[in-house]
């Protein structure tokens, strides 16, 4: 199979399990859904914003997020 099938993409983790996406888990566990990314998006991009700056700047956050998350993760594992 390729990286992506009829229901987006497919994230693997280290161990081999498929995990869900940013998008997946914000809709699901913080009350976001995907429209409102997608206007969000839409008026960052009708407000004149680049965007390939605007997705850089998000990959950036992503990347920083993601390794805080980790941190966290590793850090209550230790802790029980």
Known sequence: MGK???HGAKYINQEGNRVPSVTTIISQHLGWNKQALLGWTKR?????QDSDKVLDEASQINKALTL??????????KLR
């Open 4 to 6: 992506f099938d009829l």
């Open 44 to 48: 960052m991009m009708l407000g004149g």
């Open 68 to 77: 805080t998350l980790r941190i966290i993760v590793i850090i209550k594992k």
